[in-house]
């Protein structure tokens, strides 16, 4: 596999190219000409990359961002700006890229969306690219074929139906392609029975329903949280399973760390009945049963809205608990008009959407500026499942005589009646990214389809600015071809007029169409080039919907989709999502950080829940960890599916939640037989609804869970432990933090003081030049998981598997701390990144042996490891224990070309080893040769980032030099919310944790996270 | 060897008042004799599980530390646990042959060889778990400090690089005092047995020893100057194993007391280990004679004193985790009460500080059975005390949200059970080969061989001449 794109070396910016010789000194001409020595080699070189790339397939140039070298220098990477489209939602990428492979996908920051940082699916989708599983050849019945053979075989099957006067159904997964969006009309227009039909595998219509009912807006709303005082979320998990958490998390972080002098923060009232991730990042969190959640928001809207009600039927069913929640959380929605925010759940009914926009606009929170600007509509968002009813209609009458499936996958994904009526259409043909259940069963024909990151196309961003998805590498199988490029392909072959002659490939497809674009907002002739450079298109024309208010209209609408008793509800998996890419360890072995289950999918509920259902004796803590992992078979009226038994703290009884993307039975060695396919339980229509269930015990029977952070029985007084500290806003404002600081007595005598160090018998090691450092702020911190991939991905951890994880043998550098605090039916969650803290005395050290791990005169504390011979000493000192022993050769069953993803610049380690968090040394070490080449004795500012920093959407990890006293880090470190973990301890740790603080009333100081269940 | 006089009241330490030379032919012909079935099925089957330990070790070493069930928070299982078992076993072999000899303790002699002997099996049983316990066993020699060219030398701050030095030091000291100890009496063999190929063996094994005055004054010498330097490490030993866990920081670790608690444990425990040992080579050897019931009741007398002393170390741990005030030390002593482990707490506590207490009772120390049952007790708990230490203390440390726990698999019981094949296949074959009671030494403790009990100290020499009749 080759680099097959040719470097513009038209590009202009050469960033770092400070010349070769000295000041004074002129490159010598050659030639005669004005073409230096330089110059003549850069073209020699750049032209037989030319003549090498066009042997082989139609030159497509590839543009660097302006952070890459333009020329292709071995060693060095390159970055290419690119799109991910996370189904509708598009975040912009950055793909580094080494000797033509990409190694790390991140953020762009320049993307409005996501603003550089990165969330774990699309930084995991980069294992995916490699992934040995994924088709490799095109198959027609059981044998493998050409491209050519399947492709004819598809336009055969097209020639017949428009023969037979029948239809052809292309079913197409959520995208933000406007290119692709254009195409599927043009192919329309030129094979008139073709049609297509948007088939995501969690369909969730409700909020566009309401959307267009009563702002005539077909499609979602994007809020932005950052223009949020006030939050009320009503079963939303905007900031965990959300497609947009990477878009909320950044805005509403934002607004959640309050410094001293003006401690401003939002307030977040979530009403939910799992325990969501946004739950966890609550000040106000009320468990409420799902059938109370239409009543809530009815209430609250006649608290709130003094015009036309639309929950005036539902208020009645409110029993005390919900209005009592709803009340306080109208109160505190008025007092912030035009600044807060009502976001409703895709579980909930679409009368309660429309309430939630009733209220919303009551409230001054619809309008430019305002946290809900009817103008920022989620890309193709609209109502969905109307399509899919007509499709399904379609197949069961035998008017199709063919489908299509492009990275789809409704037999695992669909309900009974639309697998059903598959059957039914005598050709079906798959062009997916493995041979999965779809194109297993149902498919004679399948095509194997291009990753992301190796096709073209592009997307828009809900606010209308536009991206070209660059790809970074040439297809890694031979003839492959993209989805876009088959249908162009087929259209042409069917109808010989269909795009012209200028239109053969996908590609010339997305030019024809973006020409036009550049013209017309008039970017010129380089237009092209500075969109792939950018990533995006400056300015690209703003997004223009507007709102027609028809509250009235929301009244019709359906409401109370929960019913009272025991329901259960199917929600996206935080790792998973839908199950896209379940065939990827990074994603498999997240652990979830509410759960810290990986490895699988659960029914989760609450102790009352599993004691009514007869799995636990009681609600004590060794009975409810006696119940976990029994095995419950639960029935909805769309299907069983048996599911392990995990109870979930702060659930709302009555309520079984569980994830979906689990239960593949095809396609990859990595998701086979992991957890059950919950689709199975989902509603025809509207995955995410509130069912009644039945359910079974099966006795005896247990399924083991992997967990990352284990149920403790002992309640002991761990509470005494001064971890996780956490304050409220009033105690920020109070300057009350000094109870942070108990343990030592300072130099200068006083308890509370970042700045002074504690007293100490040795004289310290001075510091000279950098002392790397990094502070992380628990209370912007979501809890999100981003870090963990984005470590995985930049230092190669491995994936050891959930028979290892049981065994407490998961590598993850950097792991979330999950720790609960308060009431226990309720509690509220803190959650603690804790990575290697780099401690000054760092008790690791000096009692290995060998001296395998030492200190650098930089503060880093290092592993070397070629020298470790596998004591565990260290390991078992660590206070932390953050260290991570290879028990076994995790990295030598990568099966090719697995190994591709990894990142050359970071030693793959062997077993028998530890390892560690390093700070990204390797990135520390590229930021010094960058300031050396630039002539600087030091790095600047920034110039150093750590992987898990570059991809927290949250900001809450800052990095740099803590000698440097203007440096970010250092600034946040003498924060007055800051202290280290286990700092009576005096191991000095170079981490510093900034407090939890949370918008309640009263004091939190001295009160630390303790319990932990 | 300095004979003291006996005074009559005391009890004979050899029973039946034999002859010097009913002595030499007792013993020797334990070697002389023919090799019973019965004695090659039960190497077979010592040998046999030192063969699986042994696999189940080759297992570890080719596929990985990961067989085993260690995990993160818990780094040390099994293999550290059968190490310091291991060591202190060792403990009562050089108590009893270097500082017993120095305090003229004669009742010693009839159990020194044995105990000798258990040491070196002991200390290979424990370098073997120490030096596979290791992620990458083939860097061993990385731990010493020998010269290379990447100049890199051990950490000299680490306590497993003192591990290094004590028990090599230990082992080396161990080895050579038994085989000094031995000379005398590979002499006596080298005459006595037939064969010539033993004879060759035992000829050359006995360094050319004539029984002569001057070969008597070096030994006793030699051996003088090699007890003086095993008695410190009767002390060093143990105390530098205790530094890997009093160094560290964890709770349940860090802890001052931990030196003289270790080396009170190892006495103790190497004492009940001898006792199993010796209860058994006693019947099945015939050796009710020399081992008298008086030896029994004297090593019950020291397991009451250092069991009450690791029962004493074991209540101070709880008085200092709560006198400190230090939240995360006390919980780890209240979670090894009550928590997941509490089972191997118990079980330590019961087997280590109630049952020795019976041997309070004179009948109770003389009584065999019930002493051989008190010694597995003392053993399993000496190992649990180790377990306990060990996992307790990693699985629950400082940050709950890394806690986990550790039970191991079926290599890591293979490889202890192995251990216990080694060290048993080695003292079977040294019970048949060597001379299991040192007859010189006992020889010197006999009524008749002392010359007279008027005399100078040169006479002191003459005994020795009948001690060593076998040798000439």
Partial sequence: MKLWKSIDELAETREGASGEFVDGVTAAPVFDSSVSRRGFMALVSASMALTAAACRRPDQKLVPTVKSHQNFIPGLPQYYASVYSHRNVAYGTLIKSREGRPIKVKGNELHPSNCGTANAEMQASLLSLYDPDRMRRARVNTAPTSYENAISQLTKGVTDAQAAGKNVIVFVDEHCSPSYEALMRDVTTNVPNMSFVTLPAIVCDHQARANKAVLGIDGELVADLGKAEVIVSVGSDFLGTDKLALHHTGRFAARRAPEPGSPTMSKVIVVEAAYTLTGANADVRVALHPSQHDAFLAVLEQNVVSGTLLGSDLAGSADAATTKAAREAAAALKGANGASIVMVGDACSPRAHAIGVNINQALGNIGAGRPLDPACVLPYSGIKAEAIEAAVAAMESGSVHVVVFDNTNPEYSADRRFRAALAKVPVRVACNLYEDETSKKLCAVSLPATHWLESWGDAVCYDGTLSVQQPAIAPLNEGMASFQDTLITVAKRVNPAAFGDAVTSYYDYIMARWNATLTAAGAGERGWSKTLQDGILKPSAPATATATMNIAAGSSLPAGTATKGRVIVTVPSLALYDGKYSNNGWLQELSDPVTKITWDNVALMSAKTAVALGVAASTDAKAVAKANESVITVTTKHGAVDLPVWVQVGMADDVIVTQLGYGKTEGGAVHANVGANTYALAMAGHTTSYQPVEIAVKSGERHRIAVTQNHHTLDDGRGERQIAKQLTLNDVKGGKVEDLHEHFPREDGSKNNNKSKPLSIVSEYEYKGHKWGMVIDMSSCTGCSSCIVACQSENNIPVVGKEQVMKGREMAWIRLDRYYTGDMENPNTVVEPMLCQHCENAPCENVCPVAATTHSPEGLNEMTYNRCVGTRYCSNNCPYKVRRFNFLNYNTDHRTPLDLAFNPEVTVRMRGIMEKCTFCVQRLNEAKWHAKDNGRARVLDGEAVTACQEACPAGAIIFGDMNDPKSRVAKARASERGFTVLEELNVRPSVTYLAKVRNIAGSMAGEAAGHHS | ?472
């Fill in chain 2, 1 to 472: 060897m300095k004979v003291q006089e006996q005074a009559p009241i005391r009890e004979p330490l050899v029973l039946g008042n034999p002859s010097l030379h009913d002595i030499t032919a007792r013993i020797a012909s334990i070697v002389e004799s023919k090799i019973s079935m019965k004695y090659l099925m039960t190497v077979g089957f010592t040998g046999a599980l030192a063969a699986w330990g042994l696999f189940a070790l080759y297992y570890t070493i080719t596929t990985g530390i990961g067989v085993w069930g260690l995990n993160n928070p818990v780094g040390w299982g099994w293999d550290i646990t059968n190490f310091v078992f291991w060591i202190g076993i060792g403990h009562a072999g050089t108590l009893i042959s270097a500082i017993l000899f120095l305090f003229r303790q004669k009742w010693r002699t009839a159990i020194n060889r044995s105990a000798e002997a258990m040491t070196i099996f002991a200390v290979i049983c424990a370098l073997t778990m120490v030096l596979s316990h290791t992620g990458r066993p083939w860097l061993f020699y990385w731990l010493l400090p020998y010269p290379n060219q990447m100049n890199m030398w051990v950490n000299f701050r680490s306590p497993l690089a003192w591990d290094v030095f004590a028990v090599n030091t230990y082992f080396t000291v161990s080895a050579l005092f038994w085989f000094v100890g031995l000379i005398p009496d590979l002499a006596t063999l080298r005459n006595y047995v037939k064969s010539d190929l033993a004879k060759k063996i035992y000829g050359f094994l006995s360094l050319g020893w004539t029984g002569s005055t001057r070969h008597w004054h070096h030994y006793e010498i030699a051996y003088m100057i090699l007890a003086g330097i095993s008695t410190p490490l009767v002390l060093s030993v143990h105390s530098v194993v205790s530094f890997d866990f009093t160094v560290g920081i964890m709770p349940g670790w860090h802890t001052t007391i931990f030196p003289p608690y270790f080396v009170a444990g190892a006495i103790f425990s190497g004492f009940a280990m001898v006792m199993t040992l010796l209860v058994i080579a006693r019947e099945v050897l015939d050796l009710k004679q020399f081992i008298t019931l008086k030896h029994f009741d004297n090593m019950n007398k020291i397991m009451l004193a250092t069991g009450m002393m690791v029962g004493y170390a074991y209540g101070m741990e709880f008085f200092i985790a709560w006198y400190s005030g230090n939240p995360y030390e006390s919980w780890v002593f209240m979670n090894r009460l009550f928590g997941d482990y509490a089972w191997a707490y118990w079980t330590m506590v019961t087997c280590n500080v109630v049952s020795p207490q019976i041997f309070w009772f004179k009948k109770a120390r003389r009584n065999v059975p019930l002493m051989f049952v008190i010694s597995i007790f003392i053993n399993i708990g000496m190992w649990f005390e180790r377990f306990t230490i060990i996992a307790t203390s990693l699985h629950h440390d400082f940050l709950p949200a890394s806690w986990g726990y550790y039970s191991p698999t079926w290599v890591e019981i293979s490889i202890f059970i192995g251990t216990f094949g080694v060290f048993l296949t080695l003292f079977l074959l040294f019970s048949k080969f060597v001379p299991v009671i040192a007859i010189a030494e006992v020889k010197g403790i006999m009524p008749g061989a002392q010359p007279s009990h008027h005399h100078d100290h040169e006479h002191g020499h003459a005994s020795h001449a009948a001690v060593t009749e076998g040798a000439h």
